[in-house]
């Protein structure tokens, strides 16, 4: 596990753990039974994230770009749907909380 573990990391419903590689912009998973992490999506809104959070299928990422998340729907089918979301006029994102 910690041969591929380049960078933050969050866990959803404490089972499956998600990190990104900031340098890569690469979105991982990894995979406990054959202990490997598989590559998920590569994007560069994802360079430069520091924080991410994981509930409900859903994996949001800090973006490099003040006051912006990515969003990565994790449980659609290939190729990941990303998008989106702006922080409100005048905050920056820092920390990610995610309730459900």
């Known amino acids: 596990m ?3 573990w380049r960078g933050p990391a969050t866990a959803m419903d404490e089972e499956t ?5 900031e340098s890569r912009g690469l979105l991982k998973k990894y995979d406990h039974v054959r202990d490997v992490w598989a ?6 809104r994802l360079k430069g994230s ?3 959070a994981a509930v409900g299928g859903k994996v949001c990422i800090s973006a490099a770009k003040a006051g912006t998340i990515v969003v990565v729907d994790v449980v659609a089918p290939p190729p990941a749907r990303l998008w989106e979301v ?15």
């Not at 753990?17 to 590689?21: F, G, P, Q, T, V």
């Open 17 to 21: 753990i998600y990190a990104i590689d």
């Open 50 to 52: 520091h924080h991410l």
């Open 39 to 44: 590559e998920l999506v590569e994007d560069d």
């Open 86 to 100: 702006e922080a409100p006029p005048g905050f920056q994102v820092s920390a990610l909380h995610m309730l459900q």
């Open 2 to 4: 910690l041969g591929g």
